[in-house]
Nanobody, 127 residues
């Protein structure tokens, strides 16, 4: 059974920084790509950032480009999201996701492209 567990969420003032992490476990788990999505109250879950392990390709949503950085270690099945210059509109539940069943040619940005999901961690940015 594969599990993705997020950690590191919390509350911060606008302009501050937070780092959220995700650890994947499972006897035979491996992934081709991992990503972060977020969902604010009353809104759809949206892509934030992703990383394709082959080549280390990363991709970011325009709204976070230049402020967020995704990194990770495929051997350790971990992925992190460093979030700087946070804004109140970044407030959301952040979800980690992994693509494991089919090789990723590009960084997936849609929810259905990912096979496993974490439970989410709350990030709150106050003005």
């Amino acid at each position: 059974q594969v599990q993705l567990v997020e950690s590191g969420g919390g509350s911060v003032q606008a302009g501050g920084s937070l780092r959220v992490s995700c650890a994947a476990s499972g006897r035979t788990f491996s992934s081709y790509a991992m990503g972060w999505f977020r969902q604010a109250p009353g809104k759809e879950r949206e892509f934030v950032a992703g990383i394709r392990w082959s080549g280390g390709t990363t991709l970011y949503a325009d709204s976070v480009k230049g402020r967020f950085t995704i990194s990770g270690d495929t051997a350790k099945n971990t992925v992190h999201l460093q979030m700087n210059s946070l804004k109140p509109e970044d407030t959301a539940v952040y979800y980690c996701a992994a693509r494991s069943r089919v090789r990723a040619i590009v960084v997936p940005t849609i929810r259905s492209a990912y096979d496993y999901w974490g439970q989410g961690t709350q990030v709150t940015v106050s003005s």
